[in-house]
């Protein structure tokens, strides 16, 4: 399994283009598409929800008067024929409905499924007695806040308490970017057709998702290859497929090398945590390159690690010039490097890391300090280089490299990301809630892993030893990046679920790593 291979992630209007790619270009009629996805979706309703039996449960089924309360209806259909006692609410009239949508109405009412019309002088409904509830209102193309008696009924929808099921998405959620402006129905789970959309998985509207699942139509993958979705999915899978072989009979030569270098006075736990995440994600050997002073206590905070004291700026105990020929002579000994945790902003310093990134011979991950070192002369990072550079700003980082506000950037970390990998010729990661990881060809994964509990300090520290293990153990590079913001935000959520977001610190994710992995090759 390759990066090309991962699911897109579309907007409404991607998915409008392939839905008319498969109907018009491929003669696959809509009928058809509307069936298979009312029939996914129940089987996944009987088989997730029910336990795979949903004999004499109560759920009631609201629809719109599109193509979404179409598949509702099917839906409707299939649960009623595994013998659920299924009602519908239409809001609006059963004479609005037109097209596919009519035709499944007209199945169901040949079913004698009852159908209830709600206008606008209907009463209040009352939703609480049913075991489960479907949202087929809105979809995906909806925009803006939802008005009239759609408002009331997802507003009781809601104040029922019970298990809601969302068809392709929850119905007030903005699908190209998130957005919720009033009334929105939470979903236990939502069941996206072909393709999830961008706003699922964007905050604040993810919170109203719930756990996501992508039912198959039967659209082929020739329609949405058409399309050239430029956003991805990075998926377990993936990392499954991803994670490279142990041979039995190897040793720590086999499994690589890394190198961090980094360190400062009062900064010696970044390059101690990324030092440890390196070693835990299964590197053979890790070298810490500090500055001379904080050898010992780098010795005390990362036991596994090697520790190399390079020279240091006189009394500012930062690393100094007039290593630069030793700690380049120390790239050869290696499989990745990581420049930047804990590095420091001395002046000398940051001329320091300018001439390492220029003469760097390994794969090379750009993090923290590192970064900064290239705020106000972009040059060397635009230079094209046989040796991959892997980014990993957060947004002040992001903004000061491309020269943009904070606000820009936060608003539109996805277009960041890419912009910075086609202008570095770089892989850039854009930390963040999601994260975004962009390649120079213009595509962007999104990372669907990690927690409000990872916004504390050193935890982009763990991201960059991750990252680099996975580079030193031989992966490719975009390769060893995608499962680097995986693994990093599963262990996040492991860690979370363990000692709680409010208290998890970056070690509690070192200490979470093992775990991960072993889930992971399971």
């Not at 990362?302 to 790239?331: D, M, S």
Request: net charge negative; with cysteine.
């Amino acid at each position: 399994m390759t990066p090309n291979d991962l699911p897109k992630i579309v907007t409404a209007a991607q998915m409008r283009a392939i839905d008319e790619s498969a109907i018009a270009g491929m003669g696959i009629p809509g009928i058809t598409l509307m069936e298979n996805a009312g029939r996914g979706i129940a089987t996944l309703i009987r088989d997730r929800i029910f336990e795979g039996d949903v004999t004499g449960k109560r759920v009631a089924i609201v629809c719109g008067r599109g193509n979404n309360g179409g598949d509702g209806f099917v839906v409707g259909r299939y649960l009623a024929e595994w013998l659920a006692q299924v009602e519908f609410y239409l809001i609006g009239e059963t004479a609005k409905v037109k097209g596919d949508a009519e035709t499944n109405l007209k199945r169901a009412i040949t079913m004698e499924l009852p159908v209830t019309q709600l206008r606008d002088d209907s009463p209040v409904l009352d939703l609480t007695e049913y075991d489960l509830l479907v949202d087929a209102i809105f979809g995906t193309g909806f925009r803006g806040p939802i008005s009239g008696k759609a408002a009331d009924v997802v507003d009781a929808m809601v104040r029922g308490e019970v298990r809601i099921v969302a068809v392709d998405s929850p119905s007030g959620l903005e699908s190209n970017n998130g957005i919720v402006e009033g009334s929105i129905v939470t979903a236990s789970n939502t069941m996206a057709l072909a393709c999830s959309k961008r706003g699922q998985w964007m905050w604040p509207g993810r919170r109203h998702v719930g756990m996501l699942d992508v039912v198959d139509i039967g659209i082929p993958p020739e329609a949405v290859a058409a399309e050239k979705v430029l956003l991805s999915l990075i998926t377990e899978d993936f990392l499954r497929a991803s994670i490279p072989v142990r041979p039995p009979d190897g040793h720590k030569g086999t499994f690589g090398k890394a190198l961090i270098v980094g360190g400062s006075v009062g900064m010696s736990g970044a390059v101690a945590l990324a030092a440890n995440a390196c070693m835990r994600c299964g590197v053979g050997l890790t070298y810490a390159g500090v500055p001379a002073s904080l050898a010992d206590v780098i010795d005390i905070k990362a036991t596994e690690p090697v520790v190399l004291p390079w020279p240091e700026v006189n009394k500012r105990r930062v690393l100094a010039l007039r290593g630069l020929g030793e700690i380049v002579k120390a790239f050869d000994k290696v499989d990745a490097i990581a420049i930047g945790p804990g590095l420091s902003r001395h002046h000398e310093t940051q001329e320091l890391v300018r001439r390492l990134v220029a003469r760097r011979t390994k794969p090379t991950v750009l993090d923290a300090d590192g970064l900064n070192a290239f705020e106000k002369d972009q040059s060397i990072l635009a230079e094209p280089s046989d040796h991959p550079l892997i980014i990993t700003p957060h947004v002040g980082e992001m903004a000061r490299l491309l020269g943009r506000s904070n606000e820009s950037v936060a608003s539109d970390r996805e277009t960041a990301a890419r912009e910075a990998a086609t202008r570095f010729h770089c892989i850039a990661v854009m930390k963040g809630a999601p994260t975004f990881v962009g390649e120079p060809g213009g595509q962007v994964y999104l990372n669907p892993t990690g927690n409000s509990g990872m916004g504390s300090g050193g935890v982009g520290d763990v991201l960059t030893g991750i990252i680099a293990s996975f580079l030193a153990q031989g992966c490719e590079p975009l390769t060893a990046t995608l499962m680097g913001v995986y693994v990093h935000g599963l262990a996040g959520d492991f860690a979370a679920a363990d000692v709680g977001e409010r208290s998890m610190v970056a070690s509690d994710m070192i200490a979470a790593l093992p775990d991960v992995l072993v889930f992971l090759e399971e």
